[in-house]
T-cell receptor, first 115, second 117 residues
Framework: AQSVTQLGSHVSVSEGALVLLRCNYS??????LFWYVQYPNQGLQLLLK??????LVKGINGFEAEFKKSETSFHLTKPSAHMSDAAEYFC?????????????FGSGTRLSIRP | SAVISQKPSRDICQRGTSLTIQCQVD?????MFWYRQQPGQSLTLIAT?????????ESGFVIDKFPISRPNLTFSTLTVSNMSPEDSSIYLC??????????????FGPGTRLLVL
């Protein structure tokens, strides 16, 4: 079975600083990996996805993530944080076995931005 | 991408009553999923609903408590039965992307915020 672990339930950075949200996964098969963002009182939005093409994936709003198989990681980064980045971020791994695809959510990381 | 709408967007209900949540998709999809997000927590899959067959429930969820209908390829309902305050959550509907989008990409509805008093 696959699993995903997000390190740090809450991350706080200053506006303009680097954002780094950590995600590690376990999988016995090549995984599909995603980052979703949930803004306050809004639904989930796909930020970016890794589907076995380029290991460095660029998403919306200046975010990117790098798939590192040797480290089983898929950390999310953004060079310069904006106040509007304050949200809950979920790392997600997809099971690819059988005829049903299910995605497994990490526990989430709440990102706060300090002025 | 798929556009998903849910009704109601939020509700406040009395314990012991039931609420049916509707999920509408703007295109035909094979698989639909229902998730629960309890306050301050991540998403938990409740069940998978395929058109024309019984829904498949995850461990800890049963049909008597969360009956699901899937009458066609664009619509599904989830009923939260005999509600208690512990059922207060956000309930989300999602669908799996159809070709040519990569599989294992899911789109989510805006969610239904349920508060049980």
């Amino acid at each position: 079975a696959q699993s995903v672990t997000q390190l740090g339930s809450h991350v706080s950075v200053s506006e303009g600083a680097l954002v780094l949200l950590r995600c590690n996964y376990s999988s016995s098969v090549p995984p599909y990996l995603f980052w979703y963002v949930q803004y306050p009182n809004q639904g989930l939005q796909l930020l970016l996805k890794y589907t076995s093409a380029a290991t460095l994936v660029k998403g919306i709003n200046g975010f990117e993530a790098e798939f590192k198989k040797s480290e089983t990681s898929f950390h999310l980064t953004k060079p310069s944080a904006h106040m509007s980045d304050a949200a809950e971020y979920f790392c997600v791994v997809s099971e690819t076995y059988s005829s049903a695809s299910k995605i497994i959510f990490g526990s989430g990381t709440r990102l706060s931005i300090r002025p | 991408s798929a556009v998903i709408s849910q009704k109601p967007s939020r509700d406040i209900c009395q314990r012991g009553t039931s609420l049916t949540i509707q999920c509408q998709v703007d295109s035909q999809v094979t698989m639909m999923f229902w998730y629960r997000q309890q306050p301050g927590q991540s998403l938990t899959l409740i069940a998978t609903a395929n058109q024309g067959s019984e829904a498949t429930y995850e461990s800890g969820f049963v049909i008597d408590k969360f009956p699901i209908s899937r009458p066609n390829l664009t619509f599904s309902t989830l009923t939260v039965s005999n509600m208690s305050p512990e059922d207060s959550s956000i309930y989300l509907c999602s669908v799996e992307a159809e070709w040519p989008a990569p599989p294992e990409t899911q789109y989510f509805g805006p969610g239904t915020r349920l508060l049980v008093l």
